[in-house]
Structures are given as structure tokens and as C-alpha cells.
């Protein structure tokens, strides 16, 4: 299996205004440490890596120097590449800012970051929408929905995305609240935004107790997920299969099964098209590209679907790259990971370590690639 990349941000004066009774670690920091108070942000995140040990060899993380995550992955011995670098050893909300920047441009599957709700707010600052991120809880304040409700969950849900379990994507939200009001008696929060965090899932053994997951009513839900969600003169490309063509029908669309069709607002204006005519249909458009992978394989690029060539995908861009299906379908994968092979390998090895799967209304997975080159 491929190596999985983590991002790491550890922002060190988490906390440390807590033991020393400041309400807060924002713009405090030099008095708590004078007042006593000791780091406790690297503590609380070697409690969640500590989760990560028994996939330790399928995961790489990218993280910055010294305290802000190079000195502990270093003595938990985990496999890591340092990014950037620090003034003094010294770090600031700006460095939080700027290493969120540099792992997206490199690209995580996911971010983890420890810090309290002032991290989440400077993390909020530099994300693109939908970079998953989670939040090892840190600091003295934790209003913000981004964070694990302990160092623990946010290790064993971290591991269940590396070991393939089914991991749901949501929003959630970021608040602070005034510090320097709260020190004076005043309690006054602000929502700053959101952003996509993993949710804990258990949805398989969910489905096992239920007694079946109606695949037909999962295209419904899909369909009108769709429907809501038409982007006006965007290019839907629909990949081959019954689950893609399944959705088309529920969308009132003639595709063909076995062909990969075009789609601009809500009416299909290619079907079964070659390659050549697939690159010139979506070269210089804004594009989407739906996939589905075949049960029990895992294959999303490169099996059945060529058309969708190296090039292709190149023009569409692999963060517009969308994998439809079922919670089912994707537990017939038994934790292996969805697979590519474009016949490019560096293209391949461009795929990010975990796409987005639509399998609901509403409801995103997050879930491992693999090769199959």
C-alpha cells in the first residue's frame, strides 16, 4: 500500500495559560511561562500519535521544526519530512498560518493540528475550502467543533482513515472567544468560519445491524444532492458503470452504461465520447469528473474507463475528482484502498493519499487511494 501523508502543526503555547489561571494562552504566553506554567501541546499530540503506531510504516507526516512537530515525531521515531523554518525557535499565529499554506500546496490527505480555538482561528485563516483538517484538543478554551473530544479520538480516528474505515467528511465550526473579555468576567464568543473536519463513522457495522443499505435509494439521495448542487456552466463528466448511470437516470438523464457521457447545466451534451473528443470537451471549461469504483477491485482510474486519460485528467485537475458510491459498495474493499493507474506514473503519484467519495445526500467519505501500476 501507498505511504499515507499527514500534515502536523503543533503550536506550542497551547495551554499554557490554563495552569496558570489566565483564561487563555493568547498574547499571555511569556506570563504564564513566568508564572510556572510548562508546555503541555507536544504531550497532548504524542497521545494521539501513540494511536498511530501499529500503521506507523504506512504513514509519513509533514510537519516544521523543533516544537512545532520535528522534535516529537523524532523521538516517537515516526517517518518525517521537515518543512520551513523557525526564527529563534520562536513561533507565532503567523508560522501556524504559513505551515497550513505549504502542507496544502504539497497536499495532505489531512491536516492534524494541536493548539485551542485561537490554533483553529489562525488554521480557519489559511484553509482552502475542503481541506480536511482535525484538531487535537490543546489549548485551555475548546468551543470550536473541529477538534476530537480527546488527544485519544483524534489518534484512533486518524488511524481508521490510514486502515481504510469509512470516514465521514462534515463542517464544522470555528469560535473563539474574547479573551480579554473573559478575564474582566465578560463572556462573549465569535463564530470565524468553518472547516472540514473527519467524523467519527461506524457506518458499516451500522449498516450490518439495519439489515441492508438500498443501493437504488443511495443514487435517489445522490440525485438530489446533485440536483441542488448544479454548478451553471461547469462540465460534468459521468464515468462508465451502473452506479454513475443509476444516478443519471434518477437525474431524468440518458447516459450510456458502458460510455463516459458530458453534462453541462443539467442536460447531457455528449454521450459515449472518445478520448479525443473527452480532452477538447472539457480543455480550457471548468469540469467535474465523477467516478465510481468497481466492487470488490477498488479501481477508479484505469479500468474500463481509458477515455479518462493522463491528459484528461490534467485538464479536468485531480482536485475536481469525485468518487461515487455506496457505503456498501466500498465495504466489499475490506479496507483496501480505491485504486488508479492512468498509465502515467507520475501522474499517478500526484493522486492525493485519500479522495472524496459521495455516498449520501449530503454525505462525503473520505477514503484511501492506492496504484495499481
Known sequence: MNTFHLGLIINPLAG??????????????????????????AERTRIALECLRPVAERVTFLTFPGPMGADLLAQLGFAHQVLGSLENGATCADDTRQAMRLLQEIGCALILFAGGDGTARDICAAAREGQPVLGIPAGVKIHSGVYAISPRAAGELTRRLVEGGLVRLASGEVRDLDEAALRQGKVSARWYGELTVPEEGGFMQHVKQAGMESEELVLVDLADWLRDSWEEGVRYVFGPGSTLHGLAANLSLHTTLLGVDV??????????????????????????????????????????????????????????????????????????????DSGDPLLDDTFPDAVRVWAGYREELLYPVGWGS
Open 263 to 340: 453534462i453541462e447545466n443539467g442536460q447531457v451534451i455528449a454521450h459515449d465520447v472518445t478520448e479525443r473528443e473527452l480532452f477538447n470537451l472539457v480543455d480550457g471549461y471548468p469540469a467535474r469528473l465523477l467516478v465510481t469504483a468497481i466492487g470488490g477491485q477498488g479501481h477508479i482510474i484505469g479500468r474500463g474507463n481509458q477515455q479518462i486519460s493522463p491528459r484528461v485528467l490534467r485538464a479536468i485537475g485531480l482536485e475536481h475528482l469525485r468518487v461515487v458510491a455506496s457505503k456498501r459498495k466500498l465495504g466489499t474493499l475490506e479496507g483496501r484502498p480505491l485504486l488508479v
Open 16 to 41: 499554557l495559560g490554563g495552569t496558570a489561571a489566565l483564561k487563555g494562552s493568547d498574547g499571555v504566553a511569556q506570563e504564564a511561562l513566568a508564572l510556572g506554567a510548562e508546555p503541555r501541546a
